[in-house]
């Protein structure tokens, strides 16, 4: 059985998704602020190397936690769900215009936008 990776493409598609999926986020009113400063060559590694496991083309995520990597951002920048939505909606609006079929595109949202990386990101409870 193909793994979401896999059928999205690999590395060489999970790649393309990254780069048009930044430049996406870096003209989104809503979220772009949150990128001021930000090396945008290592994000890019970060994120591909996230979706890569998330996606199940690796057992392993090498980087931080969510928890950690985003703290700072909830705290000072007030980081929320709404925030998260809109994250998860430009990854969308990414595999749309790749054109993805709309199940695999259903399948890689359901893994963006799963509560638990939500919470992660957001640094909330799991009990919630």
């Known amino acids: 059985m193909l793994t979401l990776f896999e059928k999205l493409g690999g590395e060489e598609t999970v790649h393309l998704v990254v780069e048009k999926f930044y430049e996406r986020v870096l003209n989104d009113d809503r979220i772009k602020h949150f990128f001021d400063g930000v090396d945008m060559f290592k994000q890019k590694i970060h994120q591909l190397d996230f979706l890569t496991y998330a996606f199940e083309g690796s057992e392993r995520y090498r980087g931080s936690t969510m928890r950690e990597v985003h703290r700072r951002l909830v705290e000072q920048m007030g980081l929320s769900d709404e925030h998260f939505d809109a994250f998860v ?18 399948e890689a949202r359901a893994v963006a936008g799963a509560i638990e990386h939500r919470n992660d990101v957001l640094n909330k409870s799991w009990k919630q």
Do not use: P, Q, W, Y
């Open 89 to 106: 909606e430009n990854l969308v609006e990414t595999l749309k215009e790749l054109g993805l079929s709309t199940e695999l595109i259903e």
